[in-house]
T-cell receptor, first 116, second 115 residues
Framework: AQSVTQLGSHVSVSEGALVLLRCNYS??????LFWYVQYPNQGLQLLLK??????LVKGINGFEAEFKKSETSFHLTKPSAHMSDAAEYFC??????????????FGTGTQLKVEL | EAQVTQNPRYLITVTGKKLTVTCSQN?????MSWYRQDPGLGLRQIYY???????DKGDVPEGYKVSRKEKRNFPLILESPSPNQTSLYFC??????????????FGPGTRLTVT
């Protein structure tokens, strides 16, 4: 079974500082990897995804993630944090189901706090 | 607007009183799924459906039922809710096509409290 580990349930950064949220995965096949963001009282919104094309993936709101097979990692970064980035972030790996569709296996999430 | 809708958004109920949370998508997606979100556990899949009349268990199906009689709707049924089902529930849908990377679109969530 595939799995995802997110190191650090809470991360705090200053506004303007680098954001680094860590994600490591375990997969027996080339993975599809996703980062989702959840703002307070809202559903999950896709930030970016890796689907075996370019290893450096750019997403919305200035976020990007790099797929490193040798490290089984897919860390999320943003060069300069903004107050509006405060949210919970989830890394997920996709299991492809027979007949179509997929099951997302999520990490436990990282709450990002941005301080002035 | 392409979206997944859920109702109700908030629900407080008592142990044993049957309830249904509705989910509807307007994107003609074949695949739909239910997740529950609990602090420290992330999101876990309850049930999924790959098409009309085709459903299967996810990781935590105990105490839940689903049905898929129409492509757009995928209700979640709790026939006898218990306090351990207090959680935040999300419905999601997906085209399930390889060129989309199997992206799932999520509803806004339903916060359920069972007393």
């Amino acid at each position: 079974a595939q799995s995802v580990t997110q190191l650090g349930s809470h991360v705090s950064v200053s506004e303007g500082a680098l954001v680094l949220l860590r994600c490591n995965y375990s997969s027996s096949v080339p993975p599809y990897l996703f980062w989702y963001v959840q703002y307070p009282n809202q559903g999950l919104q896709l930030l970016l995804k890796y689907t075996s094309a370019a290893t450096l993936v750019k997403g919305i709101n200035g976020f990007e993630a790099e797929f490193k097979k040798s490290e089984t990692s897919f860390h999320l970064t943003k060069p300069s944090a903004h107050m509006s980035d405060a949210a919970e972030y989830f890394c997920a790996v996709s299991d492809i189901l027979t007949g179509g569709g997929n099951k997302l296996t999520f990490g436990t999430g990282t709450q990002l706090k941005v301080e002035l | 607007e392409a979206q997944v809708t859920q109702n109700p958004r908030y629900l407080i109920t008592v142990t044993g009183k049957k309830l249904t949370v509705t989910c509807s998508q307007n994107m003609n997606h074949e695949y739909m799924s239910w997740y529950r979100q609990d602090p420290g556990l992330g999101l876990r899949q309850i049930y999924y459906s790959m098409n009309v009349e085709v459903t299967d268990k996810g990781d935590v199906p105990e105490g839940y039922k689903v049905s898929r009689k129409e492509k757009r709707n995928f209700p979640l049924i709790l026939e006898s809710p218990s306090p351990n089902q207090t959680s935040l529930y999300f419905c999601a849908s997906s085209l399930g096509q390889v060129d989309r990377g199997y992206e799932q679109y999520f509803g806004p969530g339903t916060r359920l409290t069972v007393t």
